[in-house]
């Protein structure tokens, strides 16, 4: 089978069939060998692509006549001889695995999976989560269109073998994530991890790890679970775990702070997780274990050092300023932006309001049975709902029938006054870290953020999670982040070009093998060349896209079939 391979840039000049006799304890043999010639640094060198001394004859002499009409194909087509002898085909598609697979291996993906028939098929639920997003029974059903089997090196499969690999995956987590960190540092550790959690929802409720918690989904009526993924400073992914759905996010972290201790080296470690995440208990943990921290403080905290005097407001009308309270630094600043945003949401809600007792006093006027302590009761939930009851309230007007809005403006003020306030607080001594450093990191939380979108939503679609076992939900997961790996690295070549990686990915789809048959049998496949836009793709990516494809005889089906009858929808 032809070996997916990465080379450096050259230029081929022709690829040819190289005959030779090789003698063996008073035996001789024919070797055939599938090489190339290009020329690199002013020279003409020869590679070796395949040994094909196994193949018959006919399929020598297919190939042969293949490489010989490669820019004419037609040609072979040109009498009625030929036409019989041979027949030219479309095969599978081959363009989107041999980039994603090619990829793999640049990234440490497919060695931290392993090269056995478990790591190919966790590799092949990795690609086919970036070409397709679906589920066990649509990556088999994928799998008979594109030629994963034939670059893969895979034989027959179907969905329960895709169940039992998400087992497998889950058992084998904490080795992969070992090998594939190291695959990304091999020098050690990052200094700095980034972490974050999310929650996604589940159809039905027969899931191990579902329970009802606080839902980022907006999905009500919906068991969830909650996803921790660990990332380095530039917001690739390293390790994601799967909690229970009712877990609060900060009883995670102790998780991830023994994950870099004893799996990935420890060393002088810096966490970077925001004000729900990062309290006390896990200040405390990090000490233990010898790591720093960088987190932000919540709007009470905020208030009650304003009180005691460790910061002052004015300090917040700097670009950047900083405070320094024992072994604790706060670093301050007033988002402009943000304080305007505030601001607009703050009056908008106050309009809303105001046109609900609108409405109000024109239905006492209209109905003069009409109770005004009933419409006061209604405007009263509508204040708490929008949070304003700390400077909003509503009441009877003097001698009318009449409802109107009361406002306290001092209190208004204290409420906005820290519109757009923000305070960080780490334990990193100004030595290891100036204050635009520890600004920067918080800030670059918005990466694992990007990642939960794209997971979740754009490209991979993580949710909703239909599986059911606890080791099939940590499967799944586990090859959701390694397909965002490729993902963001495919957008990260591609940035230049004007599409999204899903509409690269479908156009790498649409290059296919033209299998060529001789009696009656697939006796090779060619890879044709593509036209410029997919061309382009390819080198971007920096796959090298091979010239032929040995075909196996994987017969790849699903055991569900879809029912002979189907119900007729009406127009």
Known sequence: MLVLSLYA?????????????????????????????????????????????????????????????????????????????????????????????????????????????????????????VIDQGSRLSAVRLATTHACCDLLGLDVFNEDHLYANLAWLSENQRAIESRLFHATWPAGGPPLYLYDVTSSYLEGQHNALGAFGYNRDGKRGKKQIV???????????LAI???AGNTLDPKTLGRQIAKVAA????????????????????????????????TAITKPQIQSLLKTGVLQMELFDQPLAEVFEQDTRYVLRRNPRRAGEMQFTRQSKLDALATRVEQANQYLAGHPRAKVATALKSLHRQIAKLKLASWVDVGQAQGRREVELQLDEQAHAEEAKLDGCYVL??????????????????????????????????ELEMRPIHVRLESSTRGHALVVMLAYRLVRELARRWFDLDLTVG?????????????????????????PEPRPEVAQLIALSGVKMPALIQPRKANVATKKKLPTRRVKRSK
């Open 9 to 129: 840039h050259y230029q081929v000049l022709t690829m040819y069939l190289d005959f030779g006799r090789v003698r063996a304890k008073d035996k001789a043999y024919t070797r055939v060998l599938l090489r190339e010639s290009f020329r690199q640094d002013g020279k003409v060198r020869h590679r070796t692509i395949a040994n094909l001394s196994k193949c018959s004859e006919q399929e020598i002499a297919a190939i042969k006549l293949a490489l010989k009409h490669k820019h004419d194909l037609e040609s072979l087509t040109g009498s009625e001889a030929a036409a019989s002898a041979y027949t030219l085909r479309q095969g599978a598609s081959a363009g989107a695995v041999v980039v994603l697979a090619g990829l793999a291996q640049q990234l440490g993906i497919a060695d931290a999976l392993g090269h056995d028939r478990q790591g190919k098929l966790a590799l092949w639920q990795v690609i086919a989560r």
């Open 227 to 237: 996803i921790g993924l660990l990332c380095d400073r530039d917001g690739t992914p």
């Open 241 to 243: 775990e799967v909690f």
């Open 263 to 294: 799996q990935f080296g420890g060393g002088q470690v810096t966490f970077v997780g925001d004000r729900g995440m990062i309290k006390s208990p896990q200040i405390a943990e990090l000490a233990q274990a010898g790591f720093h921290y960088i």
């Open 425 to 458: 607080k780490t334990d990193l001594r100004a030595e290891q870290a100036d204050k635009h450093t520890v600004h920067a990191r918080y800030k670059d939380l918005a990466l694992v953020e990007q990642a939960f979108r794209t997971s979740k939503t754009v």
């Open 503 to 527: 509409e690269g990915i479908r156009q790498l789809a649409t290059l296919c093998v033209t299998e060529i048959i001789a009696d009656g049998q697939v006796r090779c496949g060619s890879v």
